[in-house]
């Protein structure tokens, strides 16, 4: 099936430096997704990202956070500065439309570690 | 906001035998329901969705029975091979984009 790559696949960084999570959504999908899992925990959903704009998000998307898909590039989240409670997978997904019945497609997501 | 609780946390079954796992949510203004399966080390791949004017689903061996008065659905996986080992995630989404995830039930199938 349709398939989301993320880069990197892992990730570790000092607090309070910036990180920068790419994501190369399916190729004829408008609607991209942030979604964090903390260890242990259930997978959250963060931001909802289309035509340039976010749309969505949720409390868990930080005034730290920031996404952008550049001229069709990466669909990009930036965390700066970042903070221990950062560490999580970041889980990025695209899809054809925001509505009922349309799947979204995961990546196989990006493993943040703080220290 | 929606809150949705899957069971079992994990089960094993011998190779041939049915698997089911049970999922409700909180809020009645979801009406989207995919299932996405993990394999080890692998990516959610999306298995099977219902919305919520439907009551039953069927793709092969996999039955998604949805209950909207309870707020219940179930996924029946008849005839499990090996390959069906992973973690399955229930998910729920009202008219807003976001999913809200299940916990997971991790499934080891014994061949």
């Known amino acids: 099936g349709p398939k989301v790559l993320q880069i990197p696949s892992h990730q570790i960084i000092d607090m309070g430096q910036m990180v920068t999570l790419n994501c190369d959504p399916v190729s004829n999908h408008l609607y991209f997704y942030w979604y964090k899992q903390i260890l242990g925990q259930q997978m959250e959903f963060l931001v909802n990202?289309?035509?340039?704009?976010?749309?969505?998000k949720s409390k868990l998307f930080k005034d730290q956070f920031s996404v952008e898909r550049p001229d069709g590039s990466y669909f990009t989240l930036k965390i700066q500065p970042t903070a221990l409670e950062d560490s999580a997978v970041y889980f990025c997904?695209?899809?054809?439309?925001?509505?009922?019945?349309?799947?979204?497609?995961f990546g196989p997501g990006t493993r943040l570690l703080v220290l | 906001g929606e809150q949705v609780e899957q069971l079992p946390s994990s089960l094993i079954v011998q190779e041939g035998a049915s698997v089911l796992i049970n999922c409700s949510y909180t809020d009645s203004a979801s009406v989207y329901f995919p299932w996405y399966k993990q394999e080890p080390g692998k990516r959610l791949q999306f298995i099977i969705d219902i919305r919520s004017n439907m009551e039953r689903k069927q793709n092969q061996r996999l039955t998604l029975l949805f209950d909207k008065k309870t707020k219940h659905l179930s996924l029946h996986i008849t005839a499990t091979q090996p390959g069906d080992s992973a973690i399955y995630f229930c998910?729920?989404?009202?008219?807003?984009?976001?999913?809200?995830f299940g916990s997971g039930t991790k499934v080891i199938v014994l061949p």
């Open positions: 998910s729920a989404k009202g008219f807003a984009s976001a999913l809200t």
């Open positions: 990202f289309y035509n340039g704009k976010v749309m969505e």
């Open positions: 997904a695209s899809s054809l439309a925001p509505g009922t019945g349309i799947a979204q497609y």
